[in-house]
């Protein structure tokens, strides 16, 4: 894992708003969320069972996730590397994939060794720190 410098740090916004523009920079709602706070993720560099995420946290100061009014604050953003089996798995779980009713295997490392860990720094944090620029000119279009 990777903490960025970046500008999105304590910006704030509403969540309907956010996610909307969001989809411009190539960022969406993580699949695993909570009412009360979430991840925007971009997926920086995939190649074959290996992915590389820029993740931006984010929690609720009001409000619920699940509602477009729910007031936002962002945290300190990272990238990650992900790195899943490439073909079938070779345990007692095969015949549940093989027959669809287990459609995930279990990463082979969740938080992977990232080379090249300037690139993707730099990377990550220009594209978060252009969201950031994006979520301040929203906000002062939104709020007096």
């Known amino acids: 894992m990777i903490e960025l410098e970046s500008a999105i740090q304590g910006k704030t916004a509403y969540f309907g708003e956010a996610r909307h523009l969001a989809k ?3 960022l969406s709602l993580c699949g695993s969320w909570e009412y ?4 925007l993720d971009a997926t920086l560099h995939r190649e074959g ?4 995420y820029l993740r931006m946290p984010f929690h609720v100061l009001e409000g619920e996730l699940d509602r477009n009014d729910a007031f ?3 945290g300190k953003p990272f ?3 992900h ?4 073909g079938l798995d070779k345990d007692e779980a095969s015949l549940f ?3 669809g ?15 090249n860990k300037t690139k993707w720094e730099e990377i990550g944090e220009d594209v978060s720190n252009q969201f950031a620029s994006a979520i301040a000119d929203l906000r002062g279009r939104s709020i007096s």
């Open 24 to 26: 411009q920079f190539g």
């Open 36 to 39: 009360d706070g979430a991840f």
């Open 101 to 115: 009713l287990n459609q995930f295997q279990e990463p082979l490392d969740k938080d992977g060794q990232i080379r």
């Open 83 to 86: 790195i899943v089996h490439i």
């Open 49 to 52: 069972g290996e992915t590389i």
């Open 79 to 81: 990238v990650i590397k």
């Open 97 to 99: 994939a093989a027959t």
């Open 72 to 74: 936002i604050e962002f």
